[in-house]
């Protein structure tokens, strides 16, 4: 059964910095394009970027030159890395497969707030 579990997230003041951790189960990790997406309620899923399978990253215009994505293959671990957050960062962060979607996680909350 795959999984996935997100982690890191918290309350940050604006300027600030999180990591966020995503561990996998259940799946061929190092095969996978394993993507970040955000939601905040009543609007949809946002993606944030994506990495794959050798470190190749996109991320998305509102995010980039501030987040940046890594993965650790050996522990079926994917990162990202958020540096200046701002307010509009404030949502519920999930990784997920970009090609190969599995069950969503619980995700982790981000609130950046003075």
């Known amino acids: 059964q795959v999984q996935v579990a997100e982690s890191g997230g918290g309350l940050v003041q604006p300027g600030g910095s999180l990591r966020l951790s995503c561990a996998a189960s259940?799946?061929?990790?190092?095969?996978?394009?394993m993507a970040w997406y955000r939601q905040v309620p009543g609007k949809e899923r946002e993606r944030v970027g994506f990495?794959?399978?050798?470190?190749?990253?996109n991320e998305a215009p509102s995010v980039k030159g501030r987040f940046t994505i890594s993965r650790d293959n050996a522990k079926n671990t994917v990162f990202l890395q958020m540096n200046n957050l701002k307010p509009e960062d404030t949502a519920v962060y999930y990784c997920?497969?970009?090609?190969?979607?599995?069950?969503w996680g619980q995700g982790t909350q981000v609130t950046v707030s003075s």
């Open positions: 259940g799946i061929i990790f190092e095969n996978q394009v």
């Open positions: 997920n497969s970009l090609a190969s979607p599995f069950p």
């Open positions: 990495i794959g399978p050798r470190g190749a990253t």
